[in-house]
């Protein structure tokens, strides 16, 4: 079987199911008694097994297997869950884990799992000490697997149903030649053909020991399909090294004569494990159940990311040629012209929310993550900390998304690690024993913003300083003059990555330099405020990298500007006499408040215009999170539709400007960062 068509599918689909597994077991911990849950799980493991068993990594297939089994038996309520098995669980994820990861990165997705199949085969056993193996009479996995050959009362219905609609039922056994290497994948190839043509409703053994080869050369299938019996035998003995096929048509008779011979039988298999016991994707029953689910799978596909951002480039120009043909319009002032141009621009705006959103991606998919991670630490450290997630709908860009989960990793392990005390430490200071961290997200302007927020200990300054001068980072003149956003910038400096005990000063500075790095790459900044006993706060501000927004252009001096719509709070004009100046500073009254006055002529040094100067001052009102300040303009254009071009690097670190973009009368305008002039 050529399978390397199917490695991307096996990546992804492997990655949405150890996300779903670790999900649920965290939920899992905090309703242990909840069987639904370890339903979802057992389900997200048999189809990860059945996946990995087909793609031919022996090792994922074993351990998830042997996974399987634990949760085979918490599900029927045989096994009680302990803290034990929740850590085996866990890092039986893990594991899982790694090997996907090393598959991503070319490797072979081998491991050494022996230990942690140990570990699982001793649950489903008994012989781990726990009071839930003390307690429960643990049913061995042989025995377990011996009963699978049973029908429940739901599949017998199945097939007398099929019967009664003209569908043939049989009791299909499969013989495989005895000089076959791969077993399992010559019953793949059976199932596959089966399924095309009708519906598997039970194996025997189970589907799980087959995709593990553990069977001997023959297997057994219930079926019900629309296909003769000559027809049946012929299509699953064209599948290569098939030795023999023996197929028994069933009538409801023979069927009744079976589920009495169950009845009679002392330790039959509850209807649950043996319905379970069929092909993933096969039977009528999974497929009444999942009916709804796979209709909206099957609404979905995959696009790589090269041609959406071909996609994203063609729109761009499109945007460009549409604000030209609209002002060649109003020149023109041509009724079908017109007409033409406003139909153009409203379906291009529909076109371009489609294409905005189709690269869009829920920060969601990263910090699912992280409590898992909070979780472990925590408790290897014999500390309470708490993750409280905000903003995980807010939508950023798949390249940054790909990109930010690890160092938003790094800050997060810092927060647990040195920024959270441990809870003798907590409640001496007054503290909740249990530390909390923040981590939120939100937009403002064409940027996402992402904080990281602990109530921990803090960062000490004179410690940083004291530090910085040791590894020759800052000379002590200079540190004697350094605000403390200045000093908490020092964490990111690759001197302190090197030093021996960075405990001393929390730990902050820990690979903080590779941090701020990769957010940089990015297109992003990060920044530091800290209160010594209280906590610290890094906010990494990342861009959109979108190529398209609306903003509001404006004149300032001769030079016309855009700024982005959504950083926007209101325009006004105000009389120049009510200008206040505080400590030097023009401020303005706003809402029952005083915010700071920003001229944007001075900021970005324009020349006077030639024309004469307006009796009142036209502002802007721009927000960075809760932060508000005004922004003193010439005039307002208008609201437009604009493509934001990258200005490259030959202008670097321009402040306070993101980039530039192409008017319909051909000219350049710079797009303003609000988030910038902030500072």
Known sequence: MEVNQYLSMFIDESKDHLQAMNDNLLALENAPDDMTIVQNIFR??????????????????????????????????????????????FKGLDSLEAMVYDIIEGGSGKADVSALVASLQSIVSGDYKSQAGQQTGNVPAKQEESNSRQLDEFQVSILKQSMEQGVHAYSIEVTIREDCVLKAARAYMVFEALEHNGEVIQSSPSVQDIENEKFDRSFAVYYVTGLDQEALTALVGNVSEIEGVHALLLTPESLDEQQQSQKQQADAKPAQEAADDKPAGGGKAR??????????????????????????????????????????????????????VEHMARVSSDLQNIVLKLRMVPVESVFNRFPRMIRDIS?????????????????????????????LVHLLRNSVDHGVEMPSERTSNGKPETGTIHLRAYHSGNHVFIEIEDDGKGIDREKVLKTAIKNNVVTAEQANTMEDTEVYQLLFASGFSTADKISDISGRGVGLDVVKSKIEQLGGHVFVESKLGAGTKFSIQLPLTLSIISAMLIRVGNEKYAIPLSSIVETMAIDPGKIRHVHGNPMINYREGVIPLVSLKQVFECPASDEAESEELNLIIVSKGEKIISLEVEEFIGQQEIVLKSIGKYLPNLFGISGATILGDGQVSLIIDPNALFK
């Open 44 to 89: 997200s493991a048999h189809t990860l097994k059945g996946m990995s068993a087909t793609m031919g990594f022996e090792d994922l297939a074993h351990l998830t297997h042997e996974m399987e089994n634990v949760l085979d038996l918490l599900r029927n309520q045989k096994l009680t869950m302990d803290d034990f098995i929740f850590d085996v669980l």
């Open 287 to 340: 497929q009444a159940q999942g009916n709804q689910a796979a209709k909206v799978a099957n609404r979905t596909i995959r696009v790589d990311i090269e041609r959406l951002d071909v996609l994203m480039n063609l729109f761009s120009e499109l945007l460009i040629d549409r604000v030209r043909l609209e002002s060649l319009a109003e020149e023109i002032r041509k009724n079908e012209l017109t007409e033409t």
């Open 379 to 407: 408790k290897s450290l014999e500390k309470k900390v708490e993750l409280e997630i905000a903003g995980a709908d807010t939508e950023l860009d798949r390249t940054v998304i790909d990109e930010i989960g690890d160092p």
